[in-house]
């Protein structure tokens, strides 16, 4: 069954460092998203992104935060200077519907920022 | 210093029982919900999906149940078994964007 893979499964970092966090959305999918959830809260919208283009991004989505996607396969989240309030986990889903509509996730990433 | 967190509510059902786990939602342009099942330490698994056309839909031992007219959706789950204890997260959708608004979870634990 296809799935949605991310790497690392945990990533730990110091304060002001930069991470990115990688993902391969399900092949045939072309809508692709990061969300967060911070440790024991609800799970968050960060960003939606298709075409090589941001489509929607939440208030959380500020400017130490990007996404790319260098290549055919890999979706990725960057976090130009790490905050402790970054700590969580992080999910990739991706969509093959526009609209939005049966996203699959991936396992996530913990970010822990110390 | 000290975490706050979600306060889950806990479902706690003996295995062969059925389930019914309960979400209510605020906005009423939503048109898409969603269930997802979290285990420990991994990602939210698709359960089962609604469009705000149906008040109905089934799948395998799953039934989503949505009432618009008081912004309700429920999951029921058959003959719960012990692989079925997660946290249960119901999600939603308007037509306006493609991003999921979750909902605050149920844990659902399953006594053998």
């Known amino acids: 069954e296809p799935e949605v893979t991310q790497t690392p499964s945990h990533q730990v970092t110091q304060m002001g460092q930069e991470v990115i966090l990688r993902c391969v959305p399900i092949?045939?999918?072309?809508?692709f998203y990061w969300y967060r959830q911070i440790l024991g809260q609800k799970v968050e919208f960060l960003v939606s992104?298709?075409?090589?283009?941001?489509?929607?991004k939440s208030e959380i989505f500020d400017d130490q935060f990007s996404v790319e996607r260098p290549d055919g396969s890999n979706f990725t989240l960057k976090i130009r200077s790490t905050k402790l309030e970054d700590s969580a986990m992080y999910f990739c889903?991706?969509?093959?519907?526009?609209?939005?509509?049966?996203?699959?996730f991936g396992q996530g990433t913990r970010l822990t920022v110390v | 210093g000290e975490s706050v967190g979600l306060h889950l509510p806990t479902l706690s059902v003996q295995e062969g029982d059925n389930s019914i786990i309960n979400c209510a939602y605020s906005?009423?342009?939503?048109?898409?919900f969603i269930w997802y099942k979290q285990e420990s330490g991994k990602g939210p698994q698709f359960i089962i999906d609604?469009?705000?056309?149906?008040d109905k839909r089934q799948g395998q031992r799953v039934t989503v149940l949505l009432n618009k007219t008081v912004k309700h959706l429920s999951l029921q789950i058959a003959a719960t078994q012990p692989g079925d204890s997660a946290v249960y997260f119901c999600?939603?959708?308007?037509?306006?964007?493609?991003?999921?608004?979750f909902g605050g979870g149920t844990r659902l634990m399953v006594k053998p």
């Open positions: 889903a991706s969509t093959r519907n526009r609209d939005g509509t049966e996203a699959f």
């Open positions: 092949s045939n999918h072309l809508y």
């Open positions: 992104f298709y075409n090589n283009e941001i489509s929607e």
């Open positions: 906005n009423s342009a939503s048109d898409y």
């Open positions: 609604i469009r705000s056309n149906m």
């Open positions: 999600a939603e959708k308007n037509n306006a964007g493609n991003m999921l608004t």
